[in-house]
């Protein structure tokens, strides 16, 4: 069985069910289309968390499909900013406590927004990083949004 997380604690203690979900890590393949490969999974069920830096409130985090990109002008829009950026992956573990492909929404060294895509909802459950690599948190998409206190909207690219 694997350890729990930070982010799995948390699920424990708001009383949230999901899964720990093992699969094998290629340091060459950290992106989400891999991760789903290695769980046997639809893409579209596997998503990533991405950190931005918006130019008027700073850090927010958001939660798309593995196979999407973020839209800056809608991550933008939803986090009231007029412009939103990536952050350099350098700043990831400083400003979140996790590593690329390791980044979850849930537990992060402080409380940013989280933004999750809409899209996400039409699922019973979705695939997120536990907080390490090698680690999935499968759950439902409500739960997601109940234990990231986060917003649902339009912020990935069609």
Excluded: W
């Excluded at 990533?48 to 999407?68: E, M, P």
């Amino acid at each position: 069985m694997a350890d729990k997380t930070n982010a799995s604690r948390i699920l424990d203690r708001l009383g949230i069910k999901y899964e720990l979900v093992e699969y094998k890590v290629d340091p060459e393949h950290l992106e989400a289309s891999h991760v789903a490969e290695e769980l046997g999974e639809d893409i579209e069920t596997v998503y990533k968390t991405l950190v931005l830096r918006g130019d008027k409130n700073g850090i927010f985090v958001c939660v798309i499909r593995g196979d999407q990109e973020v839209d800056l002008k809608k991550a933008a829009r939803i986090s009231e900013n007029k412009k939103a950026a990536m952050i350099h992956l350098k700043e990831l573990q400083p400003l979140t406590g996790y590593i690329r492909g390791g980044c979850t929404s849930i537990g992060m060294k402080k409380n940013y927004p989280v933004f999750i895509d809409e899209n996400a909802l039409i699922h019973p459950f979705i695939y997120i990083s536990a907080g390490k690599r090698g680690l999935q948190l499968k759950l439902s998409p409500t739960d997601l949004v109940k234990a990231a206190n986060a917003t649902v909207g339009d912020i990935s690219t069609k």
